[in-house]
């Protein structure tokens, strides 16, 4: 029977859900009995319908790495998160300027504050669920456009999945905020790697700059690995080819 896709509460534009499928199947090949390694979690999604019950997951971007901390130490509940988007959703409805006001006291408020449900809202009520960060770590994602975002049907959606995400969370997933480096040198053999870093070549933000050194150094500790790895890349767009999978 095919299993639906557990899909995160936040959300970003190298969010990998349709892939999970396809990804799940190449990892289930591994028979991994170890941890569940992601050196560039994101939004979490692949590890989320990994099944694994013991998990090491770290991102550069604290932002989503203290929101699922704040998920598995419960201070960040489903009921938190439905009250806290009626309040703010309210807000934004009310607001002046079609709720760009709004949006701008939430977005300078996190920008000051970094609060994991401000976080929340922003990535749903930012445009295309996109999230980027300006050179000084600040939110760098217009609004929607849509004042009436925070809609009861959207919150229960939303709060539905900061429950599922809650459920497969336990006490044997351990969730960090280093450079990749740190990461993978501590997988064993039994682990598996799933390594989905910043595209080289392509967009860069505060927290997805991304050189060749860097793909060097992946490089270089994935070979040295004993554990088995999955690396998601690009191999070509209208324009080029990404010459570092020649090179390396
Ligand atoms: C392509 S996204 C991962 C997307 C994820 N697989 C998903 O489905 O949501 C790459 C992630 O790597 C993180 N990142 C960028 N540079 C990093 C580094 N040097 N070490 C660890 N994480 C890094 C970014 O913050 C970003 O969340």
């Not at 975002?149 to 959207?154: E, I, K, L, S, T």
């Not at 700059?209 to 554990?227: I, K, M, V």
Request: hydrophobic share 35%.
């Amino acid at each position: 029977m095919e299993m639906k896709t557990i899909v995160p509460p936040i959300k970003s534009q190298g969010i990998k859900t349709k892939l999970v499928p396809w990804i799940m199947d190449v990892a289930d090949k591994a028979h991994s009995n170890g941890k569940w390694i992601e050196p560039f979690m994101g939004t979490g999604v692949v590890a989320f319908n990994s099944g694994f019950k013991e998990a090491l997951l770290n991102d550069t971007n604290p932002h989503i790495i203290n929101f699922y901390k704040g998920i598995q130490d419960g201070t960040i509940t489903p009921a938190i998160v439905k009250h806290y988007l009626e309040k703010e959703g309210k807000k934004l409805l009310t607001a002046d300027d079609n709720g760009y006001a709004y949006f701008k006291e939430v977005r300078d408020r996190f920008n000051k504050d970094f609060s994991s449900l401000d976080f929340l809202f922003l990535s749903r009520a930012g445009f295309n669920g996109m999230m980027r960060f300006g050179g000084k770590g600040n939110w760098n994602i217009p609004f929607c456009k849509k004042p009436n975002r925070f809609n009861q049907a959207y919150i229960t959606k939303i709060v539905n999945q900061v429950s599922k995400v809650k459920s497969v969370i336990n006490n044997h997933w351990i969730f960090t905020n280093k450079n990749f480096s740190d990461i993978i040198p501590v997988a064993t053999k039994d682990d598996i790697i799933y390594c989905d870093p910043p595209y080289f070549g392509r967009y860069v933000d505060y927290y997805n700059g991304w050189t060749e050194q860097d793909e060097e150094l992946l490089f270089n500790l994935l070979s040295e690995t004993r554990a088995k790895f999955i690396l998601s890349t690009w191999h070509h767009n209208d324009y080029r080819d990404n010459e570092m999978i020649k090179k390396l």
